[in-house]
């Protein structure tokens, strides 16, 4: 195994500018950080950055196609919407390269301030966009560059906290520690999906897609000021500052990891796209689905979607103690052979009734959380010490590019020109996909 100890001469390099040391010497808690201390940050950090996420999406599907796309028909410009969606997803990658010079040449809580000011301003911003009607085709420029804001902001955002849990939690427990970073996705859903069912079952449809919509995302910005004071007061401690360097959870070069550590990359990106490909394909694809094609209420199947993302919220929990006990290898390939299987019951569950339906989404939701429990840092064991914190953050972007960033658009455009049985073979691709990366990766064994 690589050396925990860092060499002086790393520090020197990687050390924080005086600004950074003087934020630290504001801090008066000196104690040393437990990993529950660590878990707490990474589930505030990790649940901001989901409400903003499910906000925008939730949008997508509910506002924009109306929006920014009046003069195309409903599948179009909802279609629309979700290659806006997308956006954020390629630009997440390129904002982890560029925050890994600021933080070098910064420090972390210059990096973290910058960051998570962007994606608040990015998210806000778009509560005060004109409408197409207003600005026209400008309109729709002003959103796609708010969201590639999103993208470049949620790629800085990385802290190494996740990191830093999985190797500071208990050895018998580091299924349980990896899983509780995961909690933020039903939770920010939860958050998410309630303020659009109270605005759509509450005011007017007119009110709504006047001003209605905007109100989540002046809340966005209110939760993400919050997290950031909450991170920022672990970040910027000496002990935080510490364990980074001691276990070498440091900014690397991007072109010089990627050349060293290209096929750990790859593989990572991979071996959770089950969970990430499932993870669309029950939040924002069948919401999509259900306004174009089903006459149920909007706000009823909100109200289900919410009960599935309990559902989630406890298998996410479950997955640390199946992890724990069988392996992370053995319990995300277990998941992706249960995912691959639901895949062939999609076409029938969505085309039958609300029964159907509902039955897609609890029961994908319960698998979404099982499955996505121990799907951060799925690899991250793989790299030594030196590429690890660049590492993990580089697999997740890549992570979310390849089974997520595209899932709405494409299983929207599939079922629309083809139907629904394609959404099913484009989930199996998913697990097919995760199955041949942990058979390749025989060193998650290892336990991360």
């Known amino acids: 195994m690589a050396s925990t100890q860092t060499h002086s001469g790393e520090l020197h390099d990687f050390a924080p500018n005086t600004n950074a040391a003087d934020a630290r010497r504001l801090n ?23 409400f903003d996420f499910f906000v925008y999406a939730i949008a997508s ?25 997308s956006f954020a997803f390629v630009a997440r990658p390129i904002g982890t390269v560029i925050s890994m010079r600021i933080q070098r040449k910064l420090g972390r809580e210059a990096k973290l301030t910058i960051a998570l000011f962007l994606l608040g301003v990015s998210t806000a911003g778009i509560a005060f966009l004109p409408t197409y009607q207003q600005l ?6 002003m959103l ?29 427990k580091r299924g349980w520690y990896a899983m509780l970073g995961q909690l933020g996705a039903p939770v920010g859903f939860i958050l998410a999906a309630s303020l ?8 007017s449809s007119e009110d709504f897609l006047s001003w209605g919509w905007r109100y989540p995302f002046y809340v966005a910005f209110a939760i993400n ?8 007061r672990l970040v910027s401690t000496n002990e935080y500052a510490h364990l980074l360097e001691e276990r070498e959870l440091q900014p690397t070069d991007v072109v010089e990891m990627a050349s060293s550590q290209g096929r750990n990359l790859i593989i990572g990106a991979l071996a959770a796209l089950a969970s990430y490909a499932l993870f669309h394909l029950v939040t924002v694809f069948p919401l999509s689905w259900i306004t174009l094609y089903s006459p149920r209420s909007i706000s009823g199947f909100l109200g289900v979607q919410m009960i599935g993302a309990v559902l989630a919220a406890v298998g996410i929990v479950v997955s640390g103690l199946i992890a724990d006990r069988f392996g992370r290898r053995t319990t995300l390939g277990s998941l992706a052979l249960l995912i691959a299987a639901f895949s062939a019951f999609v076409p029938s569950l969505m ?5 159907g339906q509902n039955t897609f989404i609890l029961v994908g939701f319960a698998l979404l959380g099982l499955s996505y429990g121990q799907a951060a840092g799925a690899v991250t064991a793989n790299f030594p010490s030196k590429y690890r914190y660049t590492g993990a953050a580089l697999t997740s972007d890549l992570a979310w590019l390849v089974g997520a960033g595209f899932a709405p658009l494409v299983a929207l455009g599939l079922s629309a020109h083809f139907g629904l049985a394609y959404v099913g073979i ?22 991360d």
């Open 196 to 203: 659009f069912w109270y605005m759509v079952s509450n005011i």
């Open 351 to 355: 085309d039958g009734g609300e029964a």
């Open 225 to 232: 000021v919050v997290a950031l004071f909450a991170r920022l």
């Open 136 to 141: 026209g085709f400008t309109a729709v420029i």
């Open 61 to 85: 599907v509910l506002v924009f196609p109306s929006v920014f796309f009046p003069h195309e028909s409903r599948l179009d410009g909802t279609l629309y919407a979700f290659i806006i969606f």
């Open 144 to 172: 796609s560059v708010l969201r590639i804001g999103q993208g470049l902001a949620l790629g800085g955002s990385w802290d190494g906290l996740p990191s830093l849990l999985a190797l500071n939690a208990p050895a018998e």
């Open 28 to 50: 008066t808690d000196h104690d040393p950080i437990s990993p529950g201390e660590i878990a707490v940050g990474v589930v505030i950090g990790r649940a901001s950055e989901y």
């Open 426 to 447: 484009y989930l199996l691709s998913g697990a097919v996909c995760s199955l041949a990366a942990l058979s390749l990766n025989r060193a998650l064994d290892i336990r």
